[in-house]
């Protein structure tokens, strides 16, 4: 079992910046990958950026360039640095983690994000 912890939500300025954190305990010998997802009213959950234990990032276009997900393996903590945010980002943003042994996936609580224009 892995938990999953976030923070770093909240209200922001279009233009702005937010920085989300996401705390991982259990079993965590085992993550393979981790990143965030974000849902928005009335729309499906979408992956926005993901980095593996060795350091491999990948990330949604529309958030290239402007969103920076980081990882510190000793602590296992992974971190979404949102710069530039837009309107369009406003969402529900989740910390997402998948295991190898066994092979499954975990999600966090979610933490709101709304950026006004």
């Known amino acids: 079992q892995v938990q999953l912890v976030e923070s770093g939500g909240g209200l922001v300025q279009a233009g702005g910046s937010l920085k989300l954190s996401c705390a991982a305990s259990?079993?965590?010998?085992?993550?393979?990958?981790m990143g965030w997802h974000r849902q928005a009213p009335g729309k499906q959950r979408e992956m926005i950026a993901t980095?593996?234990?060795?350091?491999?990032?990948n990330y949604v276009d529309s958030v290239k360039g402007r969103f920076t997900i980081s990882r510190d393996n000793a602590k296992n903590t992974v971190t979404l640095q949102m710069n530039s945010l837009k309107p369009e980002d406003t969402a529900v943003y989740f910390c997402h983690t998948f295991t190898s042994e066994p092979p499954r996936s975990y999600w966090g609580q979610g933490t709101q994000v709304t950026v006004s224009s």
């Open positions: 259990g079993s965590i010998f085992s993550i393979v990958v």
């Open positions: 980095i593996t234990r060795g350091g491999t990032t």
